[in-house]
């Protein structure tokens, strides 16, 4: 299983604060995807992300949210300006494997204050 | 109607037991489907993975998939205190598109 490291695993900032959230996969990837869930709620997708390109975005992902590949191998996420309700894990997750089998990192729980 | 519907439980039974964990779904286009088990504040791990409709089985899990009822189980034998997680479904269209998720069963198995 291709492992996807996550950074920070936790974060608490204040709301209006920019945020940026860090995905490592351990090896050549091409799609590349975030997810969301909110506490004692469902895993939401967010954005997918494939050839240097968003491929497709959740009406969840709006303008606040950006996402970009800066070095090749890190992944990430912005939030611009955060608001309570950005209060969540996000998941990085990748595509290996046979057909769509989708792996995801530990996580990164944002807490806006 | 929710695109996918699962009981969220929560859900005991007793070591040794056979676990029954199902989901259902609206859309006749999804085509992939997964299991994944996810344990407090961590990541959703991979289980089981199947297409279209049948059986697939990996040591003490078996997925069961039925497309005409749009339907679809994970079953756990021989259950552990080791399995006691949340246990989410997930289906997809093609390609490498978005997953589609329930909200999770939440399982513990009782020594």
């Known amino acids: 299983e291709p492992e996807v490291t996550q950074t920070p695993s936790h974060q608490v900032t204040q709301m209006g604060q920019e945020v940026i959230l860090r995905c490592v996969p351990i090896?050549?990837?091409?799609?590349f995807y975030w997810y969301r869930q909110i506490l004692g709620q469902k895993v939401e997708f967010l954005v997918s992300f494939y050839n240097n390109e968003i491929s497709e975005k959740s009406e969840i992902f709006d303008d606040q949210f950006s996402v970009e590949r800066p070095d090749g191998s890190n992944f990430t996420l912005k939030i611009r300006s955060t608001k309570l309700e950005d209060s969540a894990m996000y998941f990085c997750a990748i595509a290996g494997g046979a057909g769509n089998t989708i792996y995801f990192g530990e996580g990164s729980w944002l807490t806006v204050v | 109607q929710k695109e996918v519907e699962q009981d969220p439980g929560p859900l005991s039974v007793p070591e040794g037991a056979i676990v029954s964990l199902n989901c259902t779904y609206s859309n006749s286009a999804f085509q992939y489907f997964m299991w994944y088990r996810q344990y407090s504040r961590k990541g959703p791990e991979l289980l089981m993975y199947t297409y279209s409709s049948g059986n697939k089985e990996d040591g003490r899990f078996t997925a069961q998939v039925d497309k005409s009822s749009k339907y679809i189980s994970l079953f756990i034998r021989d259950s552990q205190p080791s399995d006691s997680a949340t246990y989410l479904c997930a289906m997809t269209f093609f390609g490498n598109e978005k997953l589609t998720f329930g909200t999770g069963t939440r399982l513990t198995i009782i020594p």
């Open positions: 090896s050549n990837h091409l799609y």
